[in-house]
Each structure stands twice: as structure tokens, then as C-alpha cells.
């Protein structure tokens, strides 16, 4: 079963930036759609988890984002090395979540069965 791990959060300034980013255990990300989604609490169900950003599998690399976010976060693929990024820019308070990885479904709008523990973003001053 593939592991995804997430990594990068931690607390900014409304204003700042940050980078998240999921390495998974396998090439997952050459095979399945990857997803970022976010909820303010860590006890919320999977299916309440918001999606942030997602990005298709395969050259086309197309590319969905929340309308809070975009022009602010950017999703990419780094396939040598099982990686995708989320960079974050002009951060607000209301950006302040969990922040998921999903993979394993084919769909942009759907999230797959493969999930991290999450990587916590805490927008404050």
C-alpha cells in the first residue's frame, strides 16, 4: 500500500509563504491524480475535507484549484522523485488547516483511498 507523507507546514505570518510537499512511496503520482485538501479540524471526516489543489497524472498536468486560492497556490509534479509541491504565497488567517495529500483516483475533482496524516499551516501574528 502506498505511503503519502507530507511535510512543510508549520506557523507564518498572515502575508507569508510556505511550501508544502507529499512524497509517496511509490510512483502513485505517474499512475493517479494527485489532491491537496484541508479541514480546521484534524478530527473531521475525509469526506469533509476541502479540496485546495489538484493535479492530473500523465503530460497534460492539467490543474484544479479552490477559488480562495488561486493565484496564490501553485501544484506541481516532481516525478523523478515521487514529489508534488504545493508553494503558498500571501497567506491568510483563513488559510490556516490541515492540509491533506490524496492520490489514487483518476478524477480531479474526486480524492483516491490513499491519504497522509496531514501537515498542519497556522496562519497567525
Known amino acids: 500500500q502506498v505511503r503519502l507523507v507530507e511535510s512543510g507546514g508549520g506557523l507564518v505570518q498572515p502575508g507569508g509563504s510556505l511550501t508544502l510537499s507529499c512524497a509517496a512511496s511509490?510512483?502513485?503520482?505517474?499512475?493517479?491524480?494527485v489532491h491537496w485538501y484541508q479541514h480546521w479540524d484534524r478530527q473531521a471526516r475525509e469526506n469533509q475535507r476541502e479540496?485546495?489543489?489538484?493535479?492530473?497524472?500523465?503530460?497534460?498536468?492539467?490543474?484544479r484549484y479552490a477559488e480562495s486560492v488561486k493565484g496564490r497556490f501553485t501544484i506541481s509534479r516532481d516525478s523523478g522523485n515521487n514529489t508534488v509541491n504545493l508553494p503558498m504565497i500571501s497567506l491568510t488567517p483563513e488559510d490556516t488547516a490541515v492540509y491533506y495529500c490524496?492520490?489514487?483516483?483518476?478524477?480531479?475533482?474526486?480524492?483516491?483511498?490513499?491519504w497522509g496524516r496531514g501537515t498542519q499551516v497556522t496562519v497567525s501574528s
Open positions: 511509490t510512483n502513485i503520482f505517474d499512475i493517479y491524480a
Open positions: 490524496n492520490s489514487g483516483s483518476h478524477n480531479l475533482e474526486l480524492p483516491g483511498r490513499s
Open positions: 479540496l485546495v489543489a489538484a493535479i492530473q497524472s500523465g503530460a497534460s498536468g492539467t490543474t
